[in-house]
C-alpha cells in the first residue's frame, strides 16, 4: 500500500487499477469555526471585533485622534487669547498710566471680576494695540425719550484689523444694577458696525435709554466686544 501524505486531512481510498491499494488522499481543512449556537456566533463576532480594533495603527485610533483636536483647539484659544505680556493699561487724560486692574482688588462696581479692566470716564484703555476712550456720560437728544451718551474714540495702533459694533459692543449698568443695551436714539452720529483698519482713527457716539426718574450714582459703561476670544471686560466708570 502506497501511502502520501499532505497538509490537512487524510482520506482513505482505494485505488481502480489496483483494488487491493488503498490511498490517503489530503483534503484541505476548514478554517471558519463552528458554532453550537447563535449566542456564541455573536460572542465570537465581538471578540473579532475588539481584536481587530486593538491592532489598529495608533494614528487611527478615534482616543487619539480627539486628543489631537483638542490640542489644536487649546493652541488657539490660547494664540488669540495672549495679546500681550502685560494686559491692557489704562491711561488718565493727564498722561498718567496705571496697570488693569489687580487680580486681588476690591471690585470697583458691583459684577465686576477680577478680569474686568476698569477706568474712569475719559480714560484711554490700551488692549492689544486698539486704544478705546470714552467721554463723561451726558444728555442726549430726547426727541424720543431721555437719554445718556458717550463719545467713543477708537485708535487702531495694531497691525489687524480691529472689530466694532456699537449695537452689540456697548452696555451700560445703571446704580441699581440693571445692564442696558444700546439705543438707537439719542445722536446724529452713532457709532455703527465695521472694521477699522490698521492706523485708523474713528469717532462716534454711543446712547443709552435713561428713563424719567432713573437713580443718580455710579453708571458704568461697558465695552464688552462680541467677536473677540478675551473675556476680559473694559469699564469706565461715571458719577452723576
Known sequence: MHITRS????????????????????????SQPVFNNPREARAHARADKAYRKAQRP????????????????????VVNTSGGDSGPTVTSPGGAGSAAQEANAQPAFPGATKNDVVARAGDTVDADGLKTTTTPLAPGDSTLGNTLCTTVTHDNQSDEPSTFSGGLDWK????????????????????????????????????FDAPQGSPSGQHVVLLDPSFRFSSDRIAWLNTL
Open 58 to 77: 495608533w494614528y487611527k485610533k478615534k482616543r487619539f485622534i480627539l486628543a489631537a483636536l483638542v490640542l489644536v483647539v487649546a493652541g488657539i484659544v
Open 172 to 207: 451700560l449698568q445703571s446704580p441699581n444694577g440693571a445692564i442696558l443695551s444700546s439705543t438707537f436714539t439719542g445722536s446724529d452720529n452713532l457709532l455703527q458696525s465695521g472694521q477699522l483698519a490698521p492706523g485708523g482713527t474713528m469717532t462716534a457716539d454711543v446712547c
Open 7 to 30: 497538509g490537512g486531512t487524510l482520506t482513505a481510498r482505494t485505488c481502480p487499477a489496483h483494488p487491493g491499494w488503498v490511498s490517503l488522499m489530503s483534503q484541505p481543512q476548514s
